[in-house]
Nanobody
Framework: QAPVIESGGGSVQTGGSLRLSCAPSGRTFVSYAMGWFRQAPGKEREFVAGINWIGGSTDYADSVKGRFTISRDNAKNTVYLQMNSLKPEDTAVYYC?????????????????????WGQGTQVTVSS
């Protein structure tokens, strides 16, 4: 079983909203930075959003800034990605990942190689 499990994907029309959730499987990620990445067919996996372990620092890809919001509830050991004003180009498999505490504190979020634990992904499809 994957160390993190994503949920909340689905199909929506342009302008719609979805909220993705990510929870660990069999462990706690309270002291981990968390990130969301996505991969569209034929493209590389790309950074979408990140949040540090305490939730005090976030970062977003330019393509989603102002539309997506990442948040975490450490009491529930869950990370969320609220996606509003969705566009067809947001269509992709969305992955949640957990990285070391230093991410978002002394390191940036955008390098996917620094994230140690990955989910299997959840499909998001936006139709025009």
């Amino acid at each position: 079983q994957a160390p993190v499990i994503e949920s909340g994907g689905g199909s929506v029309q342009t302008g719609g909203s979805l909220r993705l959730s990510c929870a660990p499987s069999g462990r706690t990620f309270v002291s981990y930075a968390m990130g969301w990445f996505r991969q569209a067919p034929g493209k590389e996996r790309e950074f979408v959003a990140g949040i540090n372990w305490i939730g005090g620092s976030t970062d977003y890809a330019d393509s989603v800034k102002g539309r997506f919001t990442i948040s975490r509830d450490n009491a529930k050991n869950t990370v969320y990605l609220q996606m509003n004003s969705l566009k067809p180009e947001d269509t992709a498999v969305y992955y949640c990942a957990a990285g070391p505490l230093q991410v978002g504190v002394i390191r940036g979020f955008r390098d996917k190689e620094q994230f140690d634990y990955w989910g299997q992904g959840t499909q998001v499809t936006v139709s025009s």
